[in-house]
């Protein structure tokens, strides 16, 4: 099974190929094959990345998918990582998931609750 993922970047291709290339490479593993595209409505950079059959093979890739760990997963976090970095300069973090997005946690994240005040009231 090949393993795909995509990403639109803000930035050209030349901006993403020299912030790769200053990373030390692409953060997902050199086997990855890379290609690039104009975003619809000249939004950047549509950066599409394939991982070989290697990367989606075995009982244990099926094991993984159901932790959260498998290869997609990673490769949309890391991609999802790297399009922060890039248009902002940092990975953006929340209060409620302090290390950041990963799609292990969002598997165990619960539904958000209405907030109460302290005499127990609905918020306007």
């Keep these: 099974m090949t393993v795909r993922a995509a990403v639109t970047i803000r930035r050209t291709q030349t901006e993403i190929e020299t912030a790769w290339s200053e990373a030390g490479g692409a953060p997902f593993g050199d086997d990855a094959e890379i290609s690039y595209a104009p975003a619809p409505g000249d939004r950047g ?21 159901v932790v959260g760990t498998d290869s997609r997963r990673r490769l949309e976090d ?39 005040d302290p005499e127990g009231d609905r918020p306007e």
């Design 45 to 65: 950079t549509e950066v599409r990345v394939t991982l070989g059959p290697a990367a989606g093979r075995g009982v244990g890739e099926k094991l993984a998918a």
């Design 78 to 116: 890391a991609l999802r990582r790297f399009k922060q970095i890039l248009e902002t300069g940092e990975v953006l973090r929340s209060d409620a998931s302090p290390e950041g997005t990963d799609a292990r946690r969002q598997r165990t994240q619960q539904s958000a609750q209405p907030s109460r």
